[in-house]
């Protein structure tokens, strides 16, 4: 396919759907997460689920599976294996770079899915027989934040030239987060007469404070800068941004 177009047949007519209101089906999988689960990059994600299963199924030969899937970048399906006899499970998808998945931020679409070979006995007058079955979920909504860390802080520093300011900024750990983080002032390029060196926030501390020095000659005005903490959890480097002015004063 990636060197020759292949046309299928239903690709031209569409496929044609029957429903029938006879049979049902064995298993269905119910996520019973709330309406939007957020998470970032470097968490596992977990999503709660029911497994509903009507009277023509019964039971799984053999192992049967569940999992998360269709992110943007999943390449790897992390299953987890039920009892056969489980009414629930949470489903867990590690947002790192394992397995060669490369999961991006934003708001995305996920689904639960199980499959597996299914003892089913769709009518009573039939016998048992075996069938290899898959059941999806309902659209779960996914957000992906960049970091596990959230910045806040005052909207505009002001530094005197020749003077000294100090920047605090505080840090919202979510999603079980707790490693150090550094933090760091990207100046506008062409400034100069500024120095803000990086500071290493430790390990649950809830703010940190960059030191800010002016020089006698550095240009009065209002600069667009940007604070950015760095941080590295279960092997990813991440980074989250906030915006930040800074007034130089004559």
Excluded at 29 to 45: F, H, R, Y
């Amino acid at each position: 396919a990636g060197t020759e177009r292949i046309d299928l047949r239903l690709s031209s007519q569409g496929p044609m759907l029957a429903v029938s209101e006879d049979g049902g089906v064995p298993l269905q999988v119910e996520a019973t997460a709330p309406a939007v689960v957020e998470t970032s990059l470097g968490a596992t994600l977990e999503i709660p689920v029911k497994f509903l299963r009507a009277a023509s199924h019964k039971g799984f030969k053999g192992e049967w599976e569940a999992a998360l899937f269709g992110l943007p970048g999943q390449r790897a399906w992390q299953p987890a294996k039920p009892a056969g006899d489980a009414a629930e499970a949470r489903l867990a998808l590690a947002l790192t770079k394992k397995d060669g998945n490369r999961f991006v931020p934003g708001t995305w679409t996920v689904y639960a899915a199980t499959r597996g070979t299914v003892q089913w006995q769709p009518d009573e007058k039939v016998p048992v027989r075996e069938v290899r079955d898959a059941a999806f979920s309902m659209p779960i909504q996914v957000k992906i934040d960049p970091s596990p860390v959230a910045l806040s802080a005052p909207e505009t520093v002001t530094l005197a030239r020749g003077g000294k300011a100090a920047l605090t900024v505080k840090l919202d750990r979510r999603f079980g987060f707790a490693e150090a983080v550094t933090l760091t002032l990207r100046l506008p390029d062409g400034l100069t007469g500024v120095a803000a060196p990086a500071v290493t926030v430790p390990k649950e501390a809830a703010e940190g404070s960059l030191a800010l020095e002016g020089a006698t000659d550095v240009a009065a005005g209002r600069h667009n800068a940007v604070i950015e903490a760095k941080c590295q959890w279960n092997g990813e480097d991440l980074v989250s941004r906030r915006d930040v002015i800074l007034e130089i004063q004559p």
